[in-house]
Each structure stands twice: as structure tokens, then as C-alpha cells.
């Protein structure tokens, strides 16, 4: 199971106008190959009128799933430009499609490249880019006695209290990332002389904006 990875926040738009074209940019989270196309499709229905709507997507915990569409264009100026913007900003499981209304103005298959590779970029920064860390759900169970000095400690921390249970004893949920399980271990068995008893409950993804 993949640990840390890039992708996107969620759906973003962008218009740019490129010597009087029309470039649409539409951006998504895709998890599987299923939901990239179904997203491409939606696009085309949107823009049936469109010159050319464009699409390339990058999926699977070792990109093994990459595809790129120039939908007319000349072959390799529009869909392998945009993929490669997703490849080498290291995102996963993301689609991305590019709808253009031609404006008159022929731009050659640098222009083209390059026309396409910024609409991608633009519509990137709308869409938000966000890391995905695996962080494990520890539970730290106490005797009451113990709650308000390990509550403190915890909320000063770079750990996340994330809820305390009142039963019989005081049972502290706290996200971790997996990397600093260990330490979160030692941590909490110093704090409270050994008197802890510190378990695992589940994983699940935390996201961060990183641009």
C-alpha cells in the first residue's frame, strides 16, 4: 500500500486564450481508469461543439496507467504535453482535459506543445495540488490520573488529537504518520513512566495542500 503521494485536491477549472483560441482546462481526481474516461466523456457531451478536447490521465500506485488523447490535433502536441505536466509534477490518479475553440490562428506543433502544456499548469494550480500521507490511528489508553498531563503534551506536540474517549479508563485517538510511529511509542511510554498502553487502531489518508 502506497504511503505518501501527490495528486489533486479535486475538481478545477481554468480558461486561458491563446492568439485568439479558446483553451478550457478541466481537472480531477481519477482512482481508477473507469472514472478518468467517465470524466473525459462528461467533458465531450459539455463541449460537443468544441475543435478539439484533448485528455490524459495518470493512474495506479506505479503509473501504470498512463493515457494521452490529442483528439485531432497533430499527433503528439496536445495529450503527451499535457501528461507529461502531470509526470513531472509526481501527480497520481488524475485526469485532466483540454477543450479548444480554434480562433483562427494556426500555432504549429511548438506552439501547440506549448499552448498545452500551460492550459494544464493552469488548470493544476486551480484544481490544487495536495499530498496524501498514511497516517496511523494510534490509541493511547490511561488511568484518569494520567489525562491532563498527557492531553497537554499531546496538544503541544506536532501529533493530532484527533478524539478522547471517557469509559472505565481514558482512551486518546492521536494521527500519526507511519514514519514516526516508534517514536510516538517511546514518546508517550516516557511520558507517562510506562503506565500507557499504546495500540494501533487504523491507517487512513490525511491530505495537505502543497501548492
Request: glycine letters at 8%; hydrophobic letters at 35%.
Amino acid at each position: 500500500m502506497r504511503e505518501n503521494y501527490l495528486t489533486v485536491k479535486g475538481y478545477g477549472e481554468s480558461e486561458i486564450i491563446i492568439s485568439k483560441s479558446r483553451f478550457l482546462t478541466y481537472i480531477e481526481r481519477a482512482e481508477t481508469e473507469e472514472d478518468a474516461i467517465a470524466f473525459i466523456d462528461s467533458i465531450k457531451k459539455r463541449h460537443q461543439n468544441a475543435t478539439h478536447n484533448c485528455s490524459a490521465y495518470i493512474i495506479g500506485e506505479h503509473d501504470h496507467i498512463q493515457k494521452a488523447n490529442d483528439d485531432g490535433e497533430p499527433s503528439g502536441t496536445a495529450g503527451v504535453p499535457m501528461l507529461e505536466v502531470l509526470k513531472k509534477q509526481s501527480l497520481k490518479d488524475t485526469v485532466v482535459v483540454v477543450t479548444r475553440y480554434f480562433g483562427g490562428i494556426k500555432l504549429g506543433g511548438g506552439g501547440l506543445i506549448r499552448a498545452y502544456g500551460k492550459a494544464t499548469t493552469e488548470g493544476l494550480m486551480a484544481a490544487q495540488i495536495v499530498e496524501r500521507k498514511l497516517h496511523h490511528f494510534m490509541k493511547v489508553a490511561i488511568d484518569y490520573t494520567w489525562l491532563g498531563k498527557v492531553e497537554n503534551e499531546i496538544r503541544g506536540s506536532s501529533y493530532t488529537l484527533e478524539e478522547i474517549r471517557y469509559l472505565e479508563g481514558v482512551e486518546i485517538i492521536v494521527s500519526v504518520s507511519k514514519e514516526e510511529e516508534e517514536q510516538f511509542r517511546n514518546w508517550i511510554t516516557d511520558i507517562t513512566n510506562g503506565q500507557a498502553t499504546i495500540t494501533f487502531e487504523n491507517a487512513q489518508f490525511i491530505e495537505f495542500i502543497v501548492r
